[in-house]
Nanobody, 117 residues
Framework: VQLEESGPGLVKPSETVSLTCAVS??????????WNWVRQPPGKGLEWMGV???????LVNPLLRSRTSISRDNAEKVVRLQMNSLKPEDTAAYYC??????????WGQGTQVTVSS
């Protein structure tokens, strides 16, 4: 399984960012997979942002729910994260993580989002 995140890199405060996690080597509609978005601000720990599972059910961290959504495109085999009203404190490396009940766990290389005017 390979995961590849992509995004715009630099975003201005109050704007919306859309990140994509391209999935290869696995189905996103079966195999009981769960796709998480996790971020890590500079100098801080990992923060779980949300998850979407193989059936398309999404769950977002309550702390971010008001401005974050997770979705998927089955035809393109991508999982998306959209976040609006961005703030400088949203600056972080954003990662896609694929987890299975068997214990298999895959990570992408991450994509940097910098929120700055």
């Amino acid at each position: 399984v390979q995961l590849e995140e992509s995004g715009p890199g630099l975003v201005k405060p109050s704007e919306t960012v859309s990140l994509t996690c391209a999935v290869s080597g696995a189905s996103i509609t079966s195999d009981y997979g769960y796709w998480n978005w996790v971020r890590q601000p500079p100098g801080k720990g990992l923060e779980w942002m949300g998850v979407i599972n193989y059936s398309g059910r999404a769950l977002v961290n309550p702390l971010l729910r008001s401005r974050t959504s997770i979705s998927r495109d089955n035809a393109e085999k991508v999982v998306r994260l959209q976040m609006n009203s961005l703030k400088p404190e949203d600056t972080a490396a954003y990662y896609c993580n694929d987890v299975y009940g068997s214990g298999l766990d895959y990570w992408g290389q991450g994509t940097q989002v910098t929120v700055s005017s």
